[in-house]
C-alpha cells in the first residue's frame, strides 16, 4: 500500500510541480500524517523536494520561489480571492499588500473597473493596471528579488498619501493567541501602515495560516474589521472573533449568503 501511495504521491506533484501537505492528503484522501509519512523516503532519495509549506518536483527546481508558492494550497486562495472579488465593487479604492493570496485577489479584480489599487507589489500592479479603466499606483522602495514587492521608509510613505475603503492584507500566520504575524518585519510594517489608511481592513487567509507561529506581530485581531478564509478555522478562533467583534467570512458562509 505505501509503494503504491508514494507512487500516486510522485504522479500528483509531478502533474503540477508541487503540493501542499494538506492539499495532497485532501487529494489522495488521506490524513496529513499519512502523507507526511510516505513522502519521507522520496525526499531522502531526492525524488521530491520539500519547501516551506510543501513539496515539490526536483525538475521544477529552477521555478522562481514566489511561482512555487503561488501553487500551494491554490485552490484555497482563488476561493478567498473569489469573495473578495464579490465585495468589491467597480470605482471602488482599496489597498493590497505583496503575497500569492492577494496576487489570486488581483486576478480575480481583472474584469473590475475604474478601480484605484496601491500596492506594493509589482505582479499585482501587472495584473490591475491599463486595464477597464483602472488606476494603479506601486510604492517605490527596495525591491525584493522573491517575488518583486517593494519595501522600506519610501514605501510607507507612499502609502500614507493615500485614503481608500479597503485594505486587503495577508499574513504569515494566526498564532494560537489570535494574533497575526509574519515571517518579516519589512512586511508587517507594511501591512500597519495600509490599515491606517483604510476605512475597513480585511484579512485574507486560506485554512493553513491558522495555528501558524511567526516571529514578528503585525497586530491584535481587535484591529481589523473582516478575517476571509476558505475554511472554518478553529473553534477558540471563531470564540475570539466573536469576542473581538470581528466579522469572520468563510467559503461555506459566502454560498449561504448568494443562496439566500
Known amino acids: 500500500m505505501s509503494f503504491k ?20 492528503a485532501d487529494k489522495l484522501h488521506v490524513s ?28 521544477h527546481v529552477d ?36 503575497g500569492t493570496t492577494t496576487t489570486y485577489v488581483a486576478e480575480a479584480l481583472s474584469h473590475h473597473s475604474n478601480l484605484t489599487v496601491v500596492t506594493n507589489s509589482a505582479e499585482i500592479a501587472c495584473r490591475l493596471a491599463s486595464r477597464n479603466g483602472n488606476r494603479v499606483f506601486i510604492t517605490g522602495g527596495e525591491l525584493s528579488g522573491d517575488d518583486a514587492s517593494a519595501f ?10 493615500f485614503e481608500v475603503r479597503y485594505a486587503f492584507i495577508s499574513v504569515g500566520g494566526i498564532n494560537n493567541r489570535g494574533e497575526l504575524v509574519d515571517f518579516h518585519l519589512f512586511e ?11 476605512q475597513e481592513t ?41 469576542e473581538a467583534e470581528v466579522r469572520l467570512l468563510t467559503a461555506a458562509d459566502h454560498l449561504t449568503e448568494k443562496a439566500s
Open 202 to 242: 480585511w484579512v485574507i487567509a486560506d485554512h493553513s495560516k491558522f495555528g501558524r507561529a511567526a516571529p514578528v506581530k503585525v497586530c491584535e485581531l481587535s484591529v481589523v474589521d473582516t478575517i476571509v478564509c476558505d475554511d472554518l478555522p478553529p473553534v477558540e478562533f471563531q470564540r475570539k472573533c466573536r
Open 152 to 161: 522600506g521608509p519610501s514605501t510607507i510613505e507612499f502609502v500614507q498619501q
Open 32 to 59: 496529513t500524517e499519512t502523507i507526511r509519512r510516505n513522502i519521507k523516503p522520496l525526499i531522502d532519495s531526492g525524488s521530491l523536494i520539500r519547501f516551506h509549506g510543501g513539496i515539490m518536483d526536483p525538475d
Open 63 to 98: 521555478e522562481p520561489p514566489f511561482q512555487r508558492r503561488m501553487q500551494v494550497n491554490k485552490d484555497a486562495k482563488r476561493s478567498v480571492a473569489g469573495m473578495i472579488a464579490e465585495v468589491v465593487k467597480d470605482g471602488d479604492s482599496l489597498i493590497l499588500d505583496n
Open 188 to 198: 508587517a510594517e507594511f501591512s500597519r501602515a495600509a490599515m491606517k489608511q483604510a
Open 5 to 24: 501511495r508514494q507512487t500516486d504521491i510522485l504522479q500528483a506533484v509531478r502533474d503540477v510541480g508541487s503540493y501542499s501537505i494538506s492539499e495532497l
